[in-house]
């Protein structure tokens, strides 16, 4: 890892805990050299290639439908191991037995933990299993991949641009250090008060209960969030509050895992920033912000996909470190 | 991070700011600065609010609720409590239940409500306790957290559905609560009348392991109509040895009477709370009540 890219690695690291991107201050001479390329050639052939390639894209889903289809499958298979009573995965998304092995939630366990001060090893065996888990398959993917609050948002999202589109609305940003201020609070309070306060509001925790217990009051809450989505704030919960969105991320910071930007193809029309739900990740896509030819996405990034959907030339692609050279 | 050429050297592109003052916003930036300030604060206050709110009601609760067994002190218990519903999933009779907003005692956290459904042990296992990740339901209490005198059991309760086993007892070393007879005047043991029919009705939804009719498989109430000349429906039910009985009891004016009496084997499971026939049940589970002699 050579220093320019070791320094975006954390500067994306600060970004996630909420500062926001800023322009980079050194960048490598190959990436430089592109960076001119295109800045002094034909504009206009330039944006007719833009045009090119985005006339001639296949609108895909294919990452989103399967990460639907995950998501999907995961937490229906809480349901009918209840339901059925087949016992495959028992237990709720806070804390479960898969075939009799513990998972547990690293956020529901930090704040047990917190609150309770004392620690049990089947929690610290559930804890470890879901930490490595998520080391290897980056972090935030469980945001995107298994959280059923994220589909449920993802949807309201779906109607914020519709209203948006139709000027009803307008998207009204939040500071995005907000979430770290969250888990900082949340943390204390669990000290403080000996008892679990955020699980009380946990949209991931309340639908999943929801979805495997049957529906409750507590579900008035998460639909209060979904409202507020909709009308005021994109994505408010998962993008500015959610500090399980943020524990996870702080897992993802040595994944493997990740989206891999290569500068050389891109346009720069931005199309991935405006689907993604944590857009600070893809400042490296603006024209002459890339550090280097090829630049990991950072930490925050929730493996979604759906800019991989979108671009219309490759540029963006799931990647696993160190696994292309093993190959 | 990548596998790029350490030869390439480091190229600044923008020089460092040092002391240069950012040039002055706008009137319209500011106002915009602004307002996402206040949504911030808002937004800040608004999730604040729901977390307190959910937390407040139990810092006021009056009530106690009977936890599931082997659940910790009611602190230690909603501390460790990672409200995953495991518990109520091994149940087979489905006696747990998980807490909603309104019972503003902590979101998803379980407990028993003895009238509707009662703990009668036909998992033979407290499987309850085993089923949990986080130790809020245990065998056997960490060394450092309190045991309040009268909650242990002076022996494991015998279990009578597998008394005839080669091990009879239920892995149990502390109760639930205890088995109060609230309402005597109620009592038809006491008023010396006897009762036939379904113990709670034909719409009663809660289900029972009648060990003589069937050993594995818990049968609803309703299913299971009484015809006795002397009430007697708490004791005939309890799935414990010992726990109670019907004993003749002496008023301060010297008359006798039949009635209930609870023994220190009770664990406060609340079967007799749930069996009793009496419109409002005549006996009740005190919940976390230790045992007084």
Redesign the interface.
């Known amino acids: 890892m050579n220093t320019i890219l070791k320094r975006r690695f954390f500067d994306q690291i600060l970004a996630m805990f909420g500062r926001e991107p800023k322009k980079p201050v050194q960048i490598s001479p190959p990436a430089q050299e592109i960076h001119l390329y295109k800045r002094t050639t034909n504009k206009e052939k330039l944006l007719a290639a833009a045009a090119h390639a985005e006339a001639h894209m296949s609108t895909s889903h294919k990452w989103r439908n399967r990460r639907w289809a995950v998501l999907i499958a995961a937490n229906l298979l809480f349901v009918v191991s209840f339901y059925f009573d087949i016992q495959i995965l028992e237990g709720a998304l806070t804390g479960s037995r898969f075939v009799g092995f513990h998972l547990i939630d690293l956020n529901s366990a930090l704040q047990v933990m917190l609150a309770h001060k004392h620690i049990i090893t089947n929690l610290v065996i559930g804890t470890a299993t879901v930490f490595v888990f998520w080391l290897l398959f980056g972090g935030r993917s469980f945001c995107s991949w298994v959280c059923p609050y994220h589909l449920l948002a993802e949807w309201a999202e779906k109607v914020h641009l519709f209203l948006v589109r139709k000027k009803l609305v307008i998207d009204q940003p939040i500071d995005r250090r907000l979430r770290t201020v969250f888990w900082v609070v949340f943390a204390l309070l669990a000290i403080a008060t000996g008892y679990t306060v955020y699980e009380a509001i946990s949209p991931t925790g309340i639908v999943s209960r929801a979805l495997i217990y049957g529906p409750g009051l507590a579900l008035l809450w998460v639909l209060a969030m979904l409202v507020f989505e909709v009308f005021f704030v994109r994505r408010a919960w998962c993008r500015y509050a959610c500090p399980i969105g943020l524990t996870y991320g702080v897992v993802g910071i040595f994944s493997p895992v990740r989206i891999k930007y290569t500068l050389e193809g891109c346009f720069h029309e931005g199309n991935c920033r405006k689907v993604c739900l944590v857009p600070h990740v893809l400042d490296t896509v603006i024209k002459g912000r890339a550090v280097h030819t090829e630049v990991p996405i950072g930490p925050d990034c929730t493996r979604c996909g759906l800019c991989v959907d979108v671009c219309p030339t490759g540029s963006l692609t799931f990647d696993v470190k160190g696994l292309s050279k093993l190959l | 991070?990548?596998?790029?050429?350490?030869e390439?050297?480091?190229?600044?592109?923008?020089k460092?700011t040092g002391k240069v003052k950012p040039p002055p916003l706008s009137l319209s930036k500011r106002q915009a600065l602004r307002?996402?300030?206040l949504?911030?604060v808002l937004?800040?206050g608004?999730?604040?609010g729901?977390?307190?709110s959910?937390?407040l009601p139990?810092v006021y609760a009056r009530r106690q609720r009977l936890r599931p067994p082997g659940a910790l002190e009611e602190?230690?218990f909603?501390?460790?409590?990672?409200?995953?519903?495991?518990c109520?999933?091994?149940c087979p009779v489905q006696a747990i239940k998980?807490a909603?907003?309104?019972d503003g005692f902590?979101?998803?956290v379980p407990h028993i409500d003895a009238r509707d459904q009662a703990c009668d042990f036909s998992c033979d296992a407290v499987q309850c306790i085993l089923?949990c990740?986080?130790?809020a339901l245990?065998y056997t209490k960490?060394e450092?957290?309190p045991v309040r005198q009268g909650t242990q059991l002076a022996a494991k309760p015998i279990l009578l559905a597998k008394e005839k086993d080669a091990e009879p007892t239920l892995n149990l070393k502390e109760r639930m609560g205890v088995a109060r007879l609230t309402r005597p005047e109620l009592c038809l043991a006491i008023k010396g009348k006897g009762f036939k029919g379904q113990a709670r009705g034909a719409a009663f939804k809660g289900r029972m392991r009648y060990f003589k009719v069937d050993r594995w498989k818990p049968i609803p109430v309703a299913e299971h109509p009484y015809d006795v000349a002397e009430c007697d429906l708490c004791v005939r039910e309890c799935p414990l040895k010992g726990a109670i009985s019907i004993e003749t009891v002496y008023a301060p004016d010297g008359t006798q009477r039949k009635s209930p009496v609870v023994h220190e084997p009770c664990v406060g499971c609340g079967v007799c709370e749930m069996i009793c026939p009496t419109e409002t049940a005549s006996i009740e589970i005190v919940p976390r009540e230790v045992w007084r002699t």
């Not at chain 2, 390439?8 to 923008?14: C, H, I, L, Q, T």
């Open positions: 991070m990548e596998p790029d050429k350490p390439d050297e480091p190229v600044p592109v923008a460092p307002r996402k300030f949504r911030t937004l800040t608004g999730v604040l729901a977390a307190l959910g937390y139990m602190k230690d909603l501390a460790s409590c990672i409200k995953c519903g495991q109520v999933q091994v998980l909603d907003l309104v902590g979101v998803g089923a990740p986080t130790g245990t960490p450092f957290l």
